[in-house]
């Protein structure tokens, strides 16, 4: 299944944003990545939680790591647009100071 879901799919641009400052970048993309995290955390939360093939340890571990690797890798290559607005708000805040 995610094979079928090739990871150039998750977001239509790259997130371009302040050239002139990466550590800036970098924040904001993290900050998506946080918050594309936490959408799908609440998303695939189980409509039933006492199901018999839901829960665990294992699975709570596996999904924490899936759901952390699906929203940095999101957020570097775009994601929503977060990143590059936060950024773009930053420097225009700079500029205007």
């Known amino acids: 299944m995610i094979e079928a879901l090739p990871a150039a799919d998750l977001a239509t641009t790259a997130a371009s944003g302040s050239d002139r400052d990466p550590a800036l970048r970098e924040a904001a993309e993290a900050f998506e990545g946080y918050l594309v995290g936490a ?7 189980p409509l039933d939680p006492d199901a018999p093939l839901v829960g665990g340890p294992a699975q709570r571990m596996y999904r924490e790591l899936f759901f952390d690797e699906i929203s940095k ?17 930053a420097t225009q805040r700079e500029a205007g100071s």
Do not use: D, K, Q
């Not at 647009?81 to 708000?89: K, T």
């Open 73 to 89: 890798l999101a957020a570097v290559r775009g994601g929503f647009g977060i990143a590059r607005l936060v950024s773009e708000a």
């Open 39 to 45: 959408l799908l955390r609440f998303g695939a939360r």
